[in-house]
Nanobody
Framework: QVQLVESGGGLVQAGGSLRLSCAASGRTFSSYAMGWFRQAPGKEREFVAA????????YYADSVKGRFTISRDNAKNTVYLQMNSLKPEDTASYYCAARNIGKLKYDDWGQGTQVTVSS
């Protein structure tokens, strides 16, 4: 199990940028694939981006491809989400999640950080 704490959310104007961070506890961070998800009020949680344990493979939702970049620093037990060209529809609570190698689902979740994009 790994504990996750997100930070970096806030209020930004459309077209602006934010970088979210997710700090993980534990010594086995590099054994986990990591993902970012988001949930807007009244909507279901949706996948945003994911990164493999080594950082060599990344995945993005079509809605954020070309604007968001996921990365990780295993030495710092941290995963990042760089968000550029933000749009009002990106407004949501953003959650990071960890998936242990060999498992199919994300078992560990952070508490979330709010991102609000004004038009």
């Amino acid at each position: 199990q790994v504990q996750l704490v997100e930070s970096g959310g806030g209020l930004v104007q459309a077209g602006g940028s934010l970088r979210l961070s997710c700090a993980a506890s534990g010594r086995t961070f590099s054994s986990y694939a990591m993902g970012w998800f988001r949930q807007a009020p009244g909507k279901e949680r949706e996948f945003v981006a994911a990164i493999s344990w080594s950082g060599g493979t990344t995945y993005y939702a079509d809605s954020v491809k070309g604007r968001f970049t996921i990365s990780r620093d295993n030495a710092k037990n941290t995963v990042y989400l760089q968000m550029n060209s933000l749009k009002p529809e990106d407004t949501a609570s953003y959650y990071c999640a960890a998936r242990n190698i060999g498992k199919l689902k994300y078992d560990d979740w952070g508490q979330g950080t709010q991102v609000t994009v004004s038009s």
